[in-house]
């Protein structure tokens, strides 16, 4: 019995020691990672927005999972030269509050609605998402048709693509994403999820971004809180299934950049055919190559352009 209470003992010291750490930590990020952008009520939890340039359609940059909104700042910053342009931290990403979990692509896609419009940024819109991001951006467009000019998707898996190499995951219903979510949750809260920080990722479009810039994006992409808000909101990958059924796009302008990293491999041929069918979503669209971040500010430049021709 003493045993057992002395067992007890040790690990409510531990906890408590891992919760201390924790607190210490994220105090730190705070100050070693200020904000950049403002945060923005959407109803009882903020989101975080940055915009800078001038004119009309603004851009709206959506990131890829497990990335910040501030991946974009480099392409921002060149896209804000022509026009308007913004980036925004998903629920639980980067500054912004989390949400209640599962939260799917729908949710998603209300969330930058509701920012959107409590922020200011007047539509339509071109809306450009990166990787999984891109079906968010993709629900989107379905349940807010009229506020879309234009579309950019980078790096973008087609949802059939998507099913495939995932198998029977991706029909397991999404709301099961929860209960992990927790555990990942409780886990962050003792410090546990940032000595297990994963290695950083490189993507195109964050070619543009200063020494410094890297530094803080670093920081932010280590950050535990965004691991349990990217399992909370992808769960079992109900996007795919969402994205299909938001339907095409009309006319509106799209391009779907295809990285020629992407295509290295035996399945290049199935690729681009899936990369072809997501620019038919479009009777304007059309698939280019992504070779860095200037490819997807020439792609944005574009599709603005073309979004002021009538449809």
Known sequence: MARGLWTLLVLAILVACGIGYEQVERRRDRARFPRIGRPVDIGGRSLNIYCSGEGTPAVVLESDALTPGFGWAGVQREISRFTRGCWYDRAGYGWSDPAPAPHDSTASARDLHALLKAAGVTPPFVLAGAGLGAFNIRVYCGLFPDEVA??????????????????GMSRVPFGLGYPPDAVLRALSS?????????????????????PAERVTLEGLMREPGMRAAFLAEQGFSSGPREAHAAGGLGSRPLIVLTSERSLESERQIARLERQELLAELSTRGRRAALKDSGSIVAAVREVVGASAVPR
């Open 190 to 210: 003792v410090g546990l999820m940032r000595l297990a920080a994963p290695a950083n990722r490189q993507v195109p479009y964050m070619d543009g971004l200063t």
């Open 150 to 167: 234009g579309v950019v998707l980078v790096d973008a898996p087609h949802e059939d693509e998507w099913n495939e190499a995932r198998g």
